[in-house]
């Protein structure tokens, strides 16, 4: 079974940072991506990053470039998402996901688990 579970969510203030985790479950070994999604209120679920599994690659949304670090923590099957220098438009439930697309896709379509998602609120 498939199991994805975020953690570390919260509330920052701006240009704060925080430290979102996925653990997941040995099934997902058998995928090849895993990416960080989000979505704001009355706004449709938008991609963050993403990385293979094997860590060799990983994409990032433009809104979120050198600010945000995707990485994957093999002891502990977990895949962080360190966030830096955090703004207000970051607020939004974050959730993880992964894929068996051969590639790193932004496309929510292009993944088929999910975990329920952490809430992130950062204040002005």
């Excluded at 498939?2 to 995928?31: D, F, I, N, P």
């Excluded at 094997?54 to 977990?78: C, E, H, M, P, Q």
Aim: proline content about 3%; hydrophobic content about 35%; glycine content about 10%.
């Amino acid at each position: 079974q498939v199991q994805l579970a975020e953690s570390g969510g919260g509330l920052v203030q701006a240009g704060g940072s925080l430290r979102l985790s996925c653990a997941a479950s040995r099934r997902t070994w058998s995928y090849n991506n895993i990416g960080w999604f989000r979505q704001a209120p009355g706004e449709e679920r938008e991609f963050v990053a993403a990385i293979t599994w094997n860590g060799d690659r990983t994409l990032y949304a433009d809104s979120v470039k050198g600010r945000f670090t995707i990485s994957r923590d093999n002891a502990k099957i977990t895949v962080p998402l360190q966030m830096n220098s955090l703004k207000p438009e970051d607020t939004a439930i974050y959730y993880c996901a992964v894929g068996l697309s051969p590639r790193l896709d932004r496309d929510t379509s292009k993944y088929d688990h999910w975990g329920q998602g952490t809430q992130v609120t950062v204040s002005s």
